[in-house]
């Protein structure tokens, strides 16, 4: 879905029918494709994370039985890591205050 999303507000903004001058590319994104734009963010960093998750269950579906220890270790090595994937995608919502709020002001904009 993110990539869908992306290539049609690539369509969208190069159809020359909205307001270039803005403060900086986010605030024009927000301003004229804020479905897309949210979309994008939204379905990517979900997509990644659900990605994490079935690895994770991978991980411990294929390693719990011969060895639980390894088992686990590799599953807190993969928690850590999800973990600054989000830290760092927090950094950069500039107009939210969170994941969990970007996905409601993407459900709004539905």
């Known amino acids: 879905i993110a990539v869908f999303a992306a290539s049609l507000a690539i369509v969208r903004l190069r159809s020359n029918v909205?307001?270039?001058?803005?403060?900086?590319?986010?605030?024009?994104?927000?301003?004229?494709?804020?479905?897309?734009?949210?979309?994008?963010?939204?379905?990517?960093?979900?997509?990644?994370?659900c990605f994490a998750g079935a690895l994770s269950v991978r991980i411990y579906a294929e390693n719990q039985v011969g060895?639980?220890?390894?088992?686990?270790?590799?599953?807190?090595?993969?928690?850590?890591?999800?973990?600054?994937?989000?830290?760092?995608?927090n950094t950069t919502l500039i107009h939210f205050n969170s994941f969990g709020h970007l996905w409601w002001c993407y459900i709004q904009c539905l």
């Open 18 to 49: 909205h307001e270039p001058i803005a403060k900086d590319a986010l605030v024009m994104m927000l301003r004229e494709t804020p479905v897309y734009f949210l979309a994008v963010r939204a379905h990517f960093l979900s997509g990644v994370l």
């Open 67 to 89: 060895s639980p220890l390894f088992a686990r270790a590799l599953l807190a090595m993969l928690a850590a890591a999800v973990c600054f994937m989000v830290s760092l995608f």
